[in-house]
């Protein structure tokens, strides 16, 4: 079983910047691709950004492409995803996950490909 515990969540005016980070406790987190995904009110939770386990690849959505960057420290056992020039339609629960495996194609960007999810932190970005 691996733990995830997001923080770094708060309020942000637009093109403000906010770092979430995600700490991982429990089975060797260094052999996990991690995600970021988010979900606004009566939306679908959506991908955000992903990382290999050696932290070599990066995969992110087409809308957080430039401002967003997602990294990982192995020793830290911690996922970082440093948010720059924020904008009001980032507002949203963001959520940290993982899995032990090797994901191809498209199977990164989907909720159903990670096994292990934290319990979210709220970002809320203000025109």
């Known amino acids: 079983q691996v733990q995830l515990v997001e923080s770094g969540g708060g309020w942000v005016q637009a093109g403000g910047s906010l770092r979430l980070s995600c700490a991982a406790s429990g089975r060797t987190f260094s052999t996990y691709v991690a995600g970021w995904f988010r979900q606004a009110p009566g939306k679908e939770r959506e991908f955000v950004a992903a990382?290999?386990?050696?932290?070599?690849?990066?995969w992110y959505t087409d809308s957080v492409k430039v401002r967003f960057t997602i990294s990982r420290d192995n020793a830290k056992n911690t996922v970082y995803l440093q948010m720059n020039s924020l904008k009001p339609e980032d507002t949203a629960v963001y959520y940290c996950?993982?899995?032990?495996?090797?994901?191809?194609?498209?199977?990164?960007?989907?909720?159903?490909?990670?096994?292990?999810w934290g319990q979210g932190t709220q970002v809320t970005v203000s025109s």
């Open positions: 996950a993982a899995v032990n495996a090797v994901l191809s194609g498209s199977s990164f960007s989907a909720v159903k490909s990670y096994d292990y």
């Open positions: 990382i290999s386990w050696s932290g070599e690849r990066t």
